[in-house]
């Protein structure tokens, strides 16, 4: 079984500050680093390490060359993958605190250039049971969706970053939905109190025919297995930066689901991997290896 990972491939440009930037400010960064990342890359090289057999589709401009290279060391095939003259490569502004959390500004650049045809090109090297992954920072996603969906692939969506128009696309066809928090008020259109397993069971009806993992940050993560609702504890760290955390869990999630493991194992070996990433600095950079995570203990 193949998995093709279409999304998204930036220059994150992060920069290390005493808190976030407000409205009129001029602040100072303490450093300046540019890693690799966009969460189509961060969760490719994830799910390639995580075991999967692995293929990235998308677009960089000439300025992001050197992104390929990364992703084909990491074992990820890039023969999908576009090289625009014309276009910059999406490039991420990211803020990161001393408490390792981050917010990101984004420009699409190539990311935005995809359509109907460059996901019929693709789409006809996969077929029934390989696993789609999808994020939300490309264009062409109802194309991408509707062509998979009738291949018989299976739907993977991680709704980040979360838009109006992505409850416009075809979410009746998702098989897998991991989303957290914020996403899953989104997706569902409300807004206030439903939080954990109540949200989880509000997510899950409506959406009865996927799996859904909802992320709850350093509660963990709920996740349907079969019939029932379980819940997977997250490892506590000590955060550097989270940029790239939650790419990091998807992709082992479901690459450890790709290479045949149950639900519980697959969502435990997701949640170490992403518990090694945040103490790590960078999005691409910080993925740990497969052996590293089976061999870590706390
Ligand atoms: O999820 C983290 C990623 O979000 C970063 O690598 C950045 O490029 C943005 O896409």
């Known amino acids: 079984m193949k998995v093709l990972c279409f999304g998204s491939i930036n220059l994150d440009y992060t920069y290390r500050v005493k808190h976030f930037v407000t409205k009129g400010e001029t602040l100072s960064a303490d450093s300046l680093q540019v890693f690799s990342g966009g969460k189509g890359m961060n969760q490719a090289i994830a799910l390639s390490k995580a075991g999967a057999d692995t293929w990235i589709a998308g677009a960089v401009g000439e300025d992001g060359k050197q992104l390929l290279g990364q992703l084909e060391e990491a074992g990820v095939c890039t023969e999908f993958?576009?090289?625009?003259?014309?276009?910059?490569?999406?490039?991420?502004?990211?803020?990161?605190?001393?408490?390792?959390?981050?917010?990101?500004?984004?420009?699409g650049g190539a990311n935005r250039?995809?359509?109907?045809?460059?996901?019929?090109?693709?789409?006809?090297?996969?077929?029934?049971?390989?696993?789609?992954?999808?994020?939300?920072?490309?264009?062409?996603?109802?194309?991408?969706?509707?062509?998979?969906?009738?291949?018989?692939?299976?739907?993977?969506?991680n709704p980040s970053p979360m838009e109006e128009a992505l409850l416009g696309y075809p979410l009746e066809y998702v098989d897998y939905l991991i989303l957290n928090e914020v996403e899953a008020l989104q997706v569902l259109g409300r807004e206030g109190k439903l939080e954990g397993a109540g949200l989880f069971h509000a997510v899950s009806e409506r959406f009865p025919s996927a799996v859904i993992v909802l992320t709850v940050g350093a509660q963990g993560a709920y996740f349907s297995a079969g019939e029932s609702v379980r819940h997977q504890p997250a490892y506590?760290?000590?955060?550097?930066?989270?940029?790239?955390?939650?790419?990091?869990?998807?992709?082992?999630?479901?690459?450890?689901?790709?290479?045949?493991?149950?639900?519980?194992?697959?969502?435990?070996?997701?949640?170490?991997?992403?518990?090694?990433?945040?103490?790590?600095?960078?999005?691409?950079?910080?993925?740990?290896?497969l052996a590293e995570v089976e061999g870590w203990a706390l």
């Open 113 to 157: 250039t995809i359509g109907a045809g460059q996901a019929e090109e693709v789409l006809g090297h996969f077929g029934e049971g390989d696993f789609l992954v999808l994020q939300n920072e490309i264009s062409g996603m109802p194309y991408i969706m509707e062509k998979a969906h009738k291949q018989k692939m299976k739907i993977v969506l």
């Open 81 to 107: 993958v576009k090289v625009l003259r014309q276009e910059r490569t999406g490039t991420a502004i990211i803020q990161n605190d001393a408490e390792g959390d981050n917010c990101i500004l984004l420009y």
């Open 236 to 289: 506590p760290v000590k955060a550097v930066d989270t940029t790239g955390a939650g790419d990091t869990f998807t992709g082992f999630l479901v690459g450890g689901l790709t290479r045949g493991l149950p639900i519980g194992e697959a969502m435990d070996l997701a949640a170490k991997a992403s518990a090694l990433a945040v103490t790590r600095n960078g999005a691409a950079p910080s993925i740990p290896e």
